[in-house]
């Protein structure tokens, strides 16, 4: 029994030495080569394009961002959402075409609303910056859903775009979308977020999954996020390569009692 509670700690270990390694290669590769590419992510790079239709056309974009709260677990989800959006907002602070942004948690709002007042403030435009279009709507998910659900009713909203921690609420936005038949993008990584989103926007419009994590890296294009990216696949397959060992093993045996 000593022997197995020994083994767990000297396996972390080693997974996180494998990952420390793996992440410092492939981020001296990436940072070598101007060539940075692992999987296909199209939906990062459609931002760029809504951002242009919506200045050609006068009209907003609408970016949700769930309840995920800074201070919890889905934490880290709604990192990753921001992070792929910061080319979005760089570009709509060129234009001079902020998004409304809504989110369901104060300390996401707060943030989000930095990002976006930066993005104007290393373009020397601070100023322009207009604080009232990124709000903080609901504390409950469901309540924040049909709030947001409620700017696409509006006649100035050209693209919606739903990116965060989002459950099973999303659904309000979804339908709202169909009803209106508006453009929408939309990814979250939880299983009850993705059912409505990926029946309502079908699979060119949505991030799944962990995909919503690379978006740093398509947004970017720093090296550091292309590293944590193929850190992350090369883990992958050590787990599922170790994983197959084991079953082998286990078939034939030899794994132990």
Avoid: C
């Amino acid at each position: 029994m000593t022997a197995e509670l020994l083994l767990v700690p000297l396996i972390a270990l080693g997974v996180i030495l494998i990952a420390t390694i793996a992440m410092a290669v492939v981020g001296i590769r990436y940072r070598r080569t101007s060539v940075r590419h692992l999987r296909d992510f199209p939906i990062f790079r459609a931002f760029s394009g809504e951002v242009g239709r919506a200045a050609e056309e006068g009209a907003l974009i609408h970016i949700s961002l769930g309840g995920g709260a800074l201070t919890g677990e889905d934490a880290m989800t709604s990192l990753a959402a921001l992070e792929s959006l910061s080319a979005l907002f760089e570009l709509a602070a060129a234009y001079d075409t902020p998004p409304i942004i809504t989110t369901g948690d104060p300390t996401l709002y707060i943030l989000a609303d930095d990002w976006m007042r930066r993005a104007y403030a290393r373009l020397g435009n601070a100023e322009r910056y207009r604080p009232t279009l990124v709000q903080f709507t609901a504390a409950t998910p469901t309540t924040y859903a049909a709030m947001a659900a409620t700017y696409l009713a509006e006649k100035g909203v050209g693209a919606n775009m739903f990116l965060g921690a989002f459950d099973q609420e999303v659904s309000l936005l979804t339908d709202a979308v169909v009803r209106r038949g508006a453009r929408a993008i939309g990814g979250a990584v939880s299983p009850l977020g993705l059912a409505p989103l990926y029946t309502a926007l079908g699979p060119a419009d949505l991030v799944m999954g962990e995909d919503l994590f690379a978006g740093g890296a398509e947004a970017t294009q720093r090296p550091v996020f292309w590293a944590s990216l193929g850190t992350q696949d090369f883990l992958r397959w050590v787990i599922v390569i170790a994983m197959l060992i084991i079953a082998v093993l286990s078939t034939l045996g030899l794994g132990g009692n």
